[in-house]
T-cell receptor, first 112, second 115 residues
Framework: QKEVEQDPGPLSVPEGAIVSLNCTYS??????FMWYRQYSRKGPELLMY????GNKEDGRFTAQVDKSSKYISLFIRDSQPSDSATYLC????????????FGKGNQVVVIP | DAGVTQSPTHLIKTRGQQVTLRCSPK?????VSWYQQALGQGPQFIFQ???????QRGNFPDRFSGHQFPNYSSELNVNALLLGDSALYLC??????????????FGPGTRLTVL
């Protein structure tokens, strides 16, 4: 079983729709949960991070972490064509052991 | 504030050759991690350097080695290149400190093609 599972299927949505992405994980040591956005042929850009369980909102983006279920989600409200990118979930354990374990990523296309 | 920078941008090598990739961390950061991202995959952790020492290592062979300099910049070396080493190599920097922030910031990557 991989440490982080992210269904890598592409996702096409009309502009204004809600995008819902999720990942599951198996390593109970993970405490930090991140979402990165990656444009084609570029490095990943940190979008949001959450420490432990809970929700975090930043503008149109909401990240949720449920450690009891080992499940994290990212929601994008009022999606825009500029949101078209690959979204990668990533997670790491406590300070001092912060190698990031990534999911495979979801390619999101927002159609005008 | 300069972000993470990497050089070169692109590189083409042949099997069996050796390659060196370079990374300068974000200003104020002291920890550098390297990742390999194959096409269509998420980044895979190679190793992390802190205080000029390799602190953590992922599941990569000894052909992959690195170095960190006193100014916190870092190099990734790959020997005896294989076709399967073709990938985007990403450098990420962070600040080694306790607290709730464990953020890593990535550079644009070096795209290595092995022919």
């Amino acid at each position: 079983q991989k440490e982080v599972e992210q269904d890598p299927g592409p996702l096409s949505v009309p502009e204004g729709a809600i995008v819902s992405l999720n990942c599951t994980y198996s390593n109970s040591a993970f405490q930090y949960f991140m979402w990165y956005r990656q444009y084609s042929r570029k490095g990943p850009e940190l979008l949001m991070y959450t420490y432990s369980s809970g929700n975090k909102e930043d503008g149109r983006f909401t990240a949720q972490v449920d450690k009891s279920s080992k499940y994290i989600s990212l929601f994008i409200r009022d999606s825009q064509p500029s949101d078209s990118a690959t979204y990668l979930c990533a997670m790491s354990a406590a300070w001092g052991n912060n190698r990031l374990a990534f999911g495979k990523g979801n390619q999101v296309v927002v159609i005008p | 504030d300069a972000g993470v920078t990497q050089s070169p941008t692109h590189l083409i090598k042949t099997r069996g050759q050796q390659v060196t990739l370079r990374c300068s961390p974000k200003s104020g950061h002291d920890t550098v991690s390297w990742y390999q991202q194959a096409l269509g995959q998420g980044p895979q952790f190679i190793f992390q350097y802190y205080e000029e020492e390799e602190r953590q290592r992922g599941n990569f062979p000894d052909r992959f080695s690195g170095h960190q300099f006193p100014n916190y910049s870092s190099e990734l070396n790959v020997n005896a290149l294989l076709l399967g080493d073709s990938a985007l190599y990403l450098c990420a920097s962070s600040l080694d400190q306790r607290g709730d922030s464990n953020e890593q910031f990535f550079g644009p990557g070096t795209r290595l093609t092995v022919l």
